[in-house]
């Protein structure tokens, strides 16, 4: 009688240990199908902003205008257009002797596009009106000035400068 006993407890706890991994494995398969629909679903949704290529700004299907620029150094209109919102796209043009860029952008961008140009060319001619820092250290290396330099002697070290 105690064998009996002691049979059917084993057969209950393997039975039992079974259940658990079946339902284990049918919970981790719902999981993962879970999660690829919500990534297919999420993929579907998302839109780019921000700098795109032109054929993710023609496909969102909201009208695209351009405006031509000649500025050689045009990736620093990103950090602008990037505070204003924009979406736009950049496509350099090599037909003619000096490349131009294209910069497409939403019709409904029109306001943010040109309030961010205007910081951009203003943060440009900012700039010009800097002095460069490299003419002053090469005027100031120049031999005139490095005569009126006086000879500093350390008490330490012994040394000329």
Do not use: C, W
């Not at 209109?77 to 003619?96: E, H, L, M, N, P």
């Not at 006086?150 to 070290?157: A, E, I, L, M, P």
């Amino acid at each position: 009688m105690q064998e009996e006993v002691e049979n059917r407890a084993v057969t209950l706890i393997i039975s039992g240990v079974k259940l658990t991994a079946r339902e284990l494995k049918a919970a981790i398969e719902k999981y993962l199908a879970n999660r690829k629909a919500q990534k297919q679903q999420g993929k579907a949704s998302v839109k780019p902003t921000g700098k795109q290529t032109v054929k993710q700004l023609v496909g969102q299907n909201q009208g695209v205008s351009n405006i031509e620029v000649t500025e050689s150094n045009i990736k620093g209109f990103d950090r602008v257009a990037r505070k204003y919102g924009v979406d736009y796209a950049i496509k350099k043009d090599k037909t003619g002797e000096i490349p131009k860029y294209l910069v497409f952008f939403k019709a409904r961008d029109a306001d943010a596009l040109t309030a961010a140009f205007a910081e951009y060319t203003g943060k440009k001619e900012k700039n010009k009106e800097r002095p460069s820092v490299i003419k002053m250290l090469r005027s100031l290396r120049a031999p005139e000035i490095a005569k009126d330099v006086t000879k500093v002697r350390h008490k330490d070290k012994g040394l000329e400068i």
